[in-house]
């Protein structure tokens, strides 16, 4: 196995990771933020705490991508590849730090002691309301900008077919358009019109996890890639 079939497989497989913990922690986290009485209630805290730690790992794995990656993408064009592992730096941070009210919220409703019951419930809504406009910003809006600028420099290296490149270079702007639009108040974050500008982004990223675990680089481009790099070792 090449070193850049290694990469390729590596960042498949991270591709992957990323859907499921965040597919995963979505749907832990949903006791929480969707019910604003959680502070009051029995509360299921070990779900949310297992949610809390999916999006920690998520977080790492979309910066592993951008590591990954950058090796290839830089042959391309240094700049927009710098910028697409920046990018995805700043959606896990975004990510992570949307993880920290709600464990605040969890910390709330163990200790209601110094807080009033009439108090309690608008902050955990409003602590909750962080976290899903954090879940905005990143997996929407700084997630769109990243998917095309890798899907640009995917589609000008053939590294990948085209048709995964077109898919990419369609789903990051309209993924970003979505976001946009649920901002200003057009639709909710969970909606069908929020569902259908996510499908298109979340086929690029599998169908590139796939194709990365089971091809790897294009033949013809990774024979390439492996010839440069046998030269510049010998010199």
């Given at each position: 196995?090449?070193?850049?079939?290694?990469?390729?497989?590596?960042?498949?497989?991270?591709?992957?990771?990323?859907?499921?913990?965040?597919?995963?922690?979505?749907?832990?986290?949903?006791?929480?933020?969707?019910?604003?009485?959680?502070?009051?209630?029995?509360?299921?805290?070990?779900?949310?705490?297992?949610?809390?730690?999916?999006?920690?790992?998520?977080?790492?794995?979309?910066?592993?991508?951008?590591?990954?990656?950058?090796?290839?993408?830089?042959?391309?064009?240094?700049?927009?590849?710098?910028?697409?592992?920046?990018?995805?730096?700043?959606?896990?941070?975004?990510?992570?730090?949307?993880?920290?009210?709600?464990?605040?919220?969890?910390?709330?409703?163990?200790?209601?002691?110094?807080?009033?019951?009439?108090?309690?419930?608008?902050?955990?809504?409003?602590l909750a309301a962080f976290?899903?406009?954090?879940?905005?910003?990143?997996?929407s809006l700084i997630c769109?900008?990243?998917?095309?600028?890798?899907?640009?420099?995917?589609?000008?290296?053939?590294?990948?077919?085209?048709?995964?490149?077109?898919?990419?270079?369609?789903?990051?702007?309209?993924?970003?358009?979505?976001?946009?639009?649920?901002?200003?108040?057009?639709?909710?974050?969970?909606?069908?019109?929020?569902?259908?500008?996510?499908?298109?982004?979340?086929?690029?990223?599998?169908?590139?996890?796939?194709?990365?675990?089971?091809?790897?680089f294009r033949p013809s481009?990774?024979?390439?890639?492996?010839?440069?790099?046998?030269?510049?070792?010998?010199?």
């Open positions: 196995m090449t070193s850049y079939r290694r990469i390729a497989m590596a960042a498949g497989i991270l591709f992957l990771a990323t859907h499921v913990t965040s597919i995963t922690a979505r749907a832990l986290y949903l006791p929480i933020l969707n019910n604003p009485a959680y502070i009051e209630s029995g509360g299921q805290d070990g779900q949310v705490f297992l949610g809390a730690l999916l999006e920690v790992l998520l977080a790492l794995t979309i910066v592993g991508t951008g590591v990954a990656l950058y090796p290839v993408i830089k042959r391309q064009n240094e700049g927009v590849a710098l910028g697409y592992v920046a990018l995805r730096t700043l959606e896990a941070g975004v990510i992570a730090v949307g993880v920290l009210p709600l464990l605040a919220i969890v910390t709330l409703r163990q200790d209601l002691s110094g807080l009033a019951a009439a108090d309690s419930v608008p902050l955990a809504s409003a976290n899903k406009w954090a879940f905005l910003v990143g997996p769109g900008t990243n998917t095309a600028l890798l899907a640009y420099l995917l589609y000008r290296s053939t590294l990948v077919p085209r048709f995964i490149a077109i898919l990419g270079l369609i789903g990051g702007p309209l993924v970003f358009a979505s976001g946009t639009a649920q901002m200003f108040g057009a639709y909710e974050q969970v909606s069908v019109w929020a569902g259908v500008g996510a499908v298109p982004v979340f086929a690029w990223e599998i169908c590139l996890a796939i194709y990365f675990i089971a091809k790897g481009v990774d024979a390439g890639l492996n010839s440069r790099q046998a030269v510049a070792l010998k010199v």
